[in-house]
């Protein structure tokens, strides 16, 4: 797996944990009920979100909860989240059943979240990803220590059978450069595995984009609806892919007996911490680019940092084929340790 490098950024860490002067404000959001606003980005970022919907039904009793916005497909999938009908060009929106006009707001905003020190355990821990930075500052708000230790999110819950078997390639990006990467990488993968394991490849789009990726030992997918998806990863021994929201959902899938699904994320400029589900099971093989946003806890879009004046050290070619059949070796017994 991929450890982090040295990075020319510094980061300076607040030890600030609880707000006691806001101790109402559990009480609040019981009785005028609570409004988790996810904006209209992609579904991965909704997703890691889901760690501030753990926070406020732990501290509200388990209130139960409804999505509004475009993708109640997505959302629609966990037991606890009731949908409505899909809302184009909406936000995303979570919010409580029981409430009034007046829900108490949370904008759950990845560019403004921060790495989180919380006691856990038996000290001061610091946390990166997203899931529980949004969970952590809600327990700050609320003044009172949650239950969870890291892992935050919900389970995606599918019958599926674990095979031991069949390995997950997510495919999902129009880039081309990444489309003729993803192939080479495949190409790798069905080298070291295809005499062992049946090998999937899953794109968003349509069968159209799937000449890309060539050989008689791969099965494409392409364009499955979502619970298809979360059947498939249910089943997976493995599953790889970019830094995606497939990717993440994979990561919080568990198969008929509630085991995580084993997911080896590819970053390329993003920290490959902060974006991640927080899952024990949920590995990453980042880039140069990618650890130095990690280690500086930076967002090259938020912060304007311009990748190429870094050379290629974001360039997913950094991820040479040793090194992804290497990790994904060290996924499998990792996960064969786990079952």
Sequence with gaps: MATLGSAPLGLAISREQCA??????ADQAASRGWEIRLGHGPIGDGLLALGALEAFREITERQECEYFGP????????DNIRTSLKKSGSPHIIRSLAGTNSRLKYFANPDSSRLRLAERGHGLALFADL????YLEIEEWSGQRLAAERDVLPHVSTSSRRRNDLLVVVG???NPDKKALLARHVKALVSEFGETFEIVVLLGG???EAPFVQSRKVRVLAGEPINRCTDLFGSATAVVG???????LAAITSDSRGS???TLGLHSRHSFLKWSTGSPLH????????QMMAAADACPVRDRIDDRLWGDSSSMESISNEILVRSVRSLLEEAASCA
Excluded: M
């Design 20 to 25: 006691p002067e806001r101790g109402d404000w």
């Design 71 to 78: 993708r109640p497909d997505v959302f629609g999938i966990f």
């Design 131 to 134: 899931p529980i930075r949004f």
């Design 172 to 174: 999902a990006t129009s």
């Design 206 to 208: 349509s069968q159209s």
């Design 242 to 248: 970019s830094d995606t929201g497939l990717t993440h």
């Design 260 to 262: 995580r699904t084993p």
């Design 283 to 290: 590995g990453a093989i980042a880039t140069p680019f990618a």
